[in-house]
């Protein structure tokens, strides 16, 4: 266990750790399969117990790389979903479905951007529509922006803290980080069921 400390501690030692969270949160982005928030976690957690990797560049470098990760996956969006989109039946369910899309994201596309950013899968899902409903670039540079940067502070943040808490043992740090992390996805998760299921309801009264 100290030897594997000792590893990670030197990897996070490195300026290059701070590429590696770029490239991390970048690609997880949009293949959320990639550890981006446990890696910067992680990061944040050695921050606090061992003063390197600086926790203020982890958080920037966290933000940047989901920021222009975000962008990829808006791009990879409106390229092929656009295209496909438009080829829908005029009155198939998927058209419907599309449209409804996008006049939600006309409506509420800063606060479903900025919401997504704390769920893996939501943030993909989230980013790809955008894209294929052909979003505004330029709100959504600014509402991303928005969305990765307090991102970054939160996950930096809950890391840097969990090593404080456990500075004789960063390995629960880092387990404490992650596991606050997966409460509040699942909490927003809980949330959207139960705003969903309201709506449902409201819906079937009317």
Known sequence: MDSALDLLRQLVASPWVYLLIFGLTAVDAFFPAVPGEAAVITAAVISATDGRPNIIAVIAAAALGALAGDHISYAIGRGGGARRLARLPERSRRRAG??????????RGGVILTTARYIPGGRTAVTLTMGAVRYPRGSFLLFDAIATSTWGIYCGLLGYFGGLAFERDPIKGVLAG????????ALLEVIRALRRRARHRAAERS
């Open 98 to 107: 599309s449209e409804w899309a996008r006049r939600a994201v006309d409506r």
């Open 178 to 185: 992650l596991g606050l992390s997966i409460a509040v996805t």
